[in-house]
């Protein structure tokens, strides 16, 4: 392997995996004088680019009827938390298309996970509406 990516392996974090469309809730570390504290930033991620250290992605929310973006380093040691509050049923990659759309047109469906249910060998398919506990 490149030496070079063997130098920044110590800087990669655990992050959970997300994809486009996926709602998210960053907590972002703010620094106030000497104070810090934990500000969430949540959205749907539009788009995820690069790999390693330099990877980042776009979170898009609707704040007080304007639309605020902010892309985030992935590995950041300002990012104290990244969670999935949903996941998003999409098909692309990049959902730029959302900053011309406004109200229920920028709706996206939610994404049904398949989980093993214990005890049996049959797949049981969680989402909003489902009636099975996982």
Not at 21 to 43: S, Y
Request: charged share 30%; proline share 4%.
């Amino acid at each position: 392997m490149h030496p070079f990516i063997e130098t920044q392996k110590e800087w990669l974090r655990n992050v959970p995996p997300f994809r486009a469309g996926d709602t998210l809730r960053v907590n972002v570390r703010v620094r106030e004088g000497d104070k810090e504290r934990l500000q969430a930033f949540e959205g749907v991620c539009i788009a995820k680019r690069g790999s390693g250290v330099s990877a980042t992605f776009t979170v898009r929310k609707i704040s007080n009827g304007i639309g605020v973006e902010r892309i985030f380093p992935l590995h950041s040691p300002m990012i104290a938390e990244i969670g999935v509050v949903r996941r998003g049923r999409v098909r692309r990659a990049k959902l730029y298309y959302l900053r011309h759309l406004t109200g229920k047109a920028t709706r996206i469906r939610e994404r049904k996970a398949k989980v093993m249910v214990p005890g049996s060998e049959s797949v049981a398919e969680t989402g909003s509406g489902s009636g099975v506990e996982a």
